[in-house]
């Protein structure tokens, strides 16, 4: 069974970091492209970042490029999304995802698997 489980969210203050983790188990991560999304209440959930080792190069929102990083750890099965100088607009539910390409996190393209989310919430 494909699981992908996030965690790390919580309540931060404006301007301070956040490191999420997503666990892949039932897949090989390898093999996949994983994905961040969030949705900020009231809005669309919009693509955030992606990683694949099979898709070299840099997939991040472009707004959020000088703040955010994505990164792996093949020996964890875990992507993680590093978040700084948080914003109170940087609120929202982050869920990762697996897509066919990480060219497909931007637009409206359907995703293979989704986790449950994690919450974030930047207010002072």
């Not at 309540?11 to 956040?18: A, N, T």
């Not at 607009?89 to 697996?98: K, L, R």
Request: glycine share 10%; hydrophobic share 30%.
């Amino acid at each position: 069974e494909v699981q992908l489980v996030e965690s790390g969210g919580g309540v931060v203050q404006p301007g301070g970091s956040l490191r999420l983790s997503c666990q892949a188990s039932g897949f090989t991560p390898d093999d996949h492209a994983i994905a961040w999304f969030r949705q900020a209440p009231g809005k669309e959930r919009e693509g955030v970042s992606c990683i694949s080792r099979r898709e070299p190069g840099r997939f991040i929102a472009t707004s959020l490029k000088d703040r955010f990083t994505i990164s792996s750890d093949n020996a964890k099965n875990t992507v993680y999304l590093q978040m700084n100088s948080l914003k109170p607009d940087d609120t929202g539910v982050y869920y990762c995802a697996v897509p066919n390409s990480c060219h497909h996190i931007f637009g409206n393209h359907e995703m293979k698997y989704w986790g449950k989310g994690t919450q974030v919430t930047v207010s002072s």
